[in-house]
């Protein structure tokens, strides 16, 4: 058992409701949350503030190697000390994220940093490689999974909130897209979801019903 408790990785597509399911089973836990998808989303914000294309792997990793990229008392992303957690939501930081996600050097520093926050445990991370290059010893590893029209309708909801206008044919399109993006990056550092993933799915699920699927089975192994 490490230190502070067990590792939980929660991994799936965009949209299936990872942020959401890993923060309230961190609350349920005792945990410390770790966004890893909104580290590539501040990569990505930082990418287009000073206009490098997000495909160009040395500038982009260049970039990050410089970057503080951190999380407050309430789970803000700070960027170099800014908070961006509303700034990294966006569409365009969206599209963005997932280009700067296939740069191997971005990944590596990435990674190394995360390793560090979670290495004694009573951790909740959630987003890609969590399970596999992340925390491949994690005592538990979710894959979350949902109906594409749900994932884009969630999104859809969540754009009004903020007051952004947008279309659910469109975004259905774009979620299609980037899942398919994210599988054949995610392919080429690894099997995904990772082979000893619990498979949830979320469609038509309650976020109460699937937070407590996953804290049942944390409580298994954290005992």
């Known amino acids: 058992m490490r230190k502070n408790g067990i590792v939980i990785a929660i991994d799936g597509p965009a949209g299936a409701g990872k942020s959401t399911t890993a923060k309230r089973v961190a609350e ?5 949350y770790l966004d ?39 789970n803000s992303v700070l960027l170099n000390g800014e908070d961006v957690s509303d700034a990294i939501r966006s569409s365009e930081v969206s ?36 399970g596999t290059a992340i925390f491949p010893d994690a005592e538990l590893k979710v894959f979350l999974v949902a109906d594409p029209l749900e994932r884009a309708q969630r999104r859809l909801n969540e754009l009004k909130k903020r007051g952004e206008s947008a279309d659910l044919d469109t975004l259905l399109t774009e979620i299609r897209k980037r899942d398919e993006r994210d599988r054949q990056t995610q392919l080429r550092f690894g099997p995904w979801p990772a082979e000893d993933a619990v498979s949830v799915d979320t469609t038509g699920v309650s976020i109460e019903d699937q937070v407590d699927q996953v804290v049942l089975l944390a409580r298994q192994l954290d005992s």
Do not use: C, W
């Open 28 to 32: 349920k836990m005792g945990y410390l």
């Open 36 to 74: 890893t998808g909104a580290m590539y989303r501040a990569v990505a914000l930082a990418t287009l503030r000073q206009n490098i294309n997000p495909e160009d792997s040395s500038a982009v990793t260049v970039l990050s190697e410089g970057l503080q990229i951190t999380f407050d008392t309430q």
């Open 95 to 130: 599209q963005a994220s997932s280009r700067v996600a296939v740069h191997q050097g971005v990944r590596d520093v990435l990674v190394s940093q995360q390793q560090i926050i979670g290495k004694d445990g009573g951790i909740v991370l959630e987003g890609r490689d969590t």
